[in-house]
Nanobody, 125 residues
């Protein structure tokens, strides 16, 4: 089992920045990919970014590319999502996820075995 706990969400103004953290614990040795997904009210959960836990490769959705940066600290078993130039459409609950199936199709939710409880990000004027 892997436990994931997100933190860092909150209210931010348009154009502002926020950093989300995802601390993992438990049997993390099989983790291959860590991802961030988000779900806005009335919409389906969508992929935002992913990082190869072992090699550090990253992958982003077009909607966040150039504005969001995913990174990891293996020593702390923590993944971060640095978000900048935030827009109202970035408002959502952000979820961290961990998968062990390899570094491919990382934008697919079904690739992930464990999920955090989510953290709310609200972007307003």
């Amino acid at each position: 089992q892997v436990q994931l706990v997100e933190s860092g969400g909150g209210l931010v103004q348009i154009g502002g920045s926020l950093r989300l953290s995802c601390a993992s614990s438990g049997r993390t040795s099989n983790t291959y990919a860590m991802g961030w997904f988000r779900q806005a009210p009335g919409k389906e959960r969508e992929f935002a970014a992913a990082i190869n836990w072992r090699g550090g490769s990253t992958y982003y959705a077009d909607s966040v590319k150039g504005r969001f940066t995913i990174s990891r600290d293996n020593a702390k078993n923590t993944v971060y999502l640095q978000m900048s130039s935030l827009k109202p459409e970035d408002t959502a609950v952000y979820y961290c996820a961990a998968g062990s199936a390899g570094w491919y199709n990382v934008e697919d939710m079904n690739k992930y075995d464990y999920w955090g409880q989510g953290t709310q990000v609200t972007v307003s004027s």
